[in-house]
Nanobody, 128 residues
Framework: QVQPVESGGGLVQAGGSLRLSCAAS????????MAWFRQAPGKEREFVAG????????YYADSVKGRFTISRDNAKNTVYLQMNSLNAEETAVYYC?????????????????????WGQGTQVTVSS
């Protein structure tokens, strides 16, 4: 099992950048695809970016392509989300999650239901 813990959220001006981190406990971290989701007030949780267990494959929501970068360091049991050119509509709680399936599955799922392990979330507020 994997227990993610997010950090790095905060207040940033529109056009600015933030880097989120997700430190996950568990010896099997490197066996799981990981993803970032976000949930704005009154809206459903939505997929932002995902990365395969090896880090060799990544996938992004269309809305963040070219601005966000997901990466992982399996030696540190950590996943990162670099966010650039943020806008006010991206104010949300950002969650890190681990897929319910592990190695040898190589998928990057985009649905909330496909992720079994969730962090508590970190607030990102973008001021306009």
């Amino acid at each position: 099992q994997v227990q993610p813990v997010e950090s790095g959220g905060g207040l940033v001006q529109a056009g600015g950048s933030l880097r989120l981190s997700c430190a996950a406990s568990g010896r099997t971290f490197s066996s799981y695809a990981m993803a970032w989701f976000r949930q704005a007030p009154g809206k459903e949780r939505e997929f932002v970016a995902g990365i395969s267990w090896s880090g060799g494959n990544t996938y992004y929501a269309d809305s963040v392509k070219g601005r966000f970068t997901i990466s992982r360091d399996n030696a540190k049991n950590t996943v990162y989300l670099q966010m650039n050119s943020l806008n006010a509509e991206e104010t949300a709680v950002y969650y890190c999650a681990a897929d319910r399936l592990s190695f040898p599955f190589t998928r990057i799922a985009t649905m909330v239901a496909e992720y079994a392990y969730w962090g508590q979330g970190t607030q990102v507020t973008v001021s306009s």
